[in-house]
């Protein structure tokens, strides 16, 4: 019997899962926090959730149509940046913001750099910071209507007792959708069983913060100043949603394993020694810098290669 | 800006005979060559002090006084100095104009010295200066290099108030110190940072490529445009450390078969002398 040998380059087995469907796994994920934030903040937060998310699609259609590249925005992540972003943001800023930022994170640090997989850091991150240093009054400003006061981090560093219960939950000031510990665990929960992502970046992250803290806040064993840490600030954002991205994170798993325990380093140093309260997103870039010097120490070396030479 | 200075180019080229050397260096300074626009040159200044319009013109004219008054010295005592120690005259000469001027600006303009700060000492060593020096001043006669020390300043002062400039009303809504944009503006204060420095050379440099990307299809010289550290003048001129290895860097370019060739060359140039030397013995 005649056979015909098919003849191809690898991969020859390729799973079903898709760039796209991974986007659309963390954006439902991302969902219970974006719901509780415009449940929380009002439709001021669903008015700039969209424009950021639309000014982050439209950045990447543009730059692609000048740059007669194939259109990317199919695989949805142009939306999950997009949505990052709006969720970094305080809900009292004006909707220009999200334009801008959507578009610096998209065009500057996404495309410039070559598109997705290329970007050596989280485009949403990036934008968040260059939004902060450009307009920090209105960055760092969380007053609403219904909140008036510091955000409970900063009244844990002034060295006041917060309501956990509150942090859990919730109902405190902050950015969109950084404040529901609980939604955003959930949405995590989600992605986890899913297996989109793992708990090595975000556990060694957390452990080894707890434990930064524990040495060197000068609190001791402080029960309500390590659980208002974990719970404030967007610690649960960052390390479930913006320390796993696939791009700007190591390949290795001990190479993960590093890039988290030196988050937590950086975010103990910013949180305790910093000026400010929060340090998660100047962590989370400085790690997504240093990745390559991560990989250059984790990569595994091939079996007969290292070892002394006799 | 530097999109005006190439289109010229070629018609410049063409009168280049005709037009007085006075004028030929002028323009050289200011278009053809500009130091920071098509050459890259003088980048530590042009990234530090261009926060306002002011600060980059401040530093672009003490720069030019210091680079006209050079030039003309070194080219005075080009035949006095000595090939082998030229460097350390060069940085000599160039040095005591840089202290005139420093205390200059700190006698008649306080706040200008204020704000520039320590770049105004760091002119000694601003490759331009040395670079005109050495490329241009200590090989031909002093009237010339007077007017290129010129052309080249007022070049650097024309690039560092146009970045100073955008960066100003950018990051501040001002031009010159005067509020130009209107109220409901909001600064990006970033533009004023450091960062925005960097932002606004890279826009410029991504302009400068494409020029050159367009000029070569169109079948111009544009080997005198460089982009980053690398000159296109070729690997031979440029002593960077390290620089050969860095085949990746422009490999598609055909840049490292290039600098391969001239690697080549020198070695067989060596090879040859040691032959020579080993024949004399």
Redesign the interface.
Known sequence: METKAKVSSNPHVRARVTTSMIMLAVILALMPATVYGVYHFGMHALMLILVTVASAVASEFLFELICHKKSTIGDCSAIVTGLLLALNLPPSAPWWIGVIGGAFAII?VKQLFGGLGQNFMNPALGARC?LV????R?MTDFHTDTFTGATPLAALKAGESPDIYQMVMGNIPGCIGETSMIALVAGACFLIMLGVIDLRIPGSYIASLVIFLLLFSGRGFDYEYIAGNLAGGGLMLGAFFMATDYVTRPITKKGQYLFGILLGLLTGIFRVFGSGAEGVSYAIILGNLCVPLIEKISWPKPFGRGGERT | MSEETMTKTPETVGEKKEMPVVLERLWNGLAKENPTFVLTLGMCPTLAVTTSAINGLGMGLTTTVVLALSNVFISMLRKVIPDKVRIPAFIVIIASFVTVMELLLEGYLPSLYDSLGIYIPLIVVNCIILGRAEAYASKNPVIPSFFDGLGMGLGFTFALTCIGLVREILGSGKAFGYMIMPESF?P????V?A?GAF?VLALLTAVQNQIKIKGEAKGKDMSKIGSGSCMGSGCASCRIEGCESRKFYDAKAGGSTQAAAETKTVATVTKKKQQEGGDEA
């Open positions: 500057v260059f240093l450009s307009f920090t209105i | 909001v990006v204060s970033i533009f940072m960062p932002f």
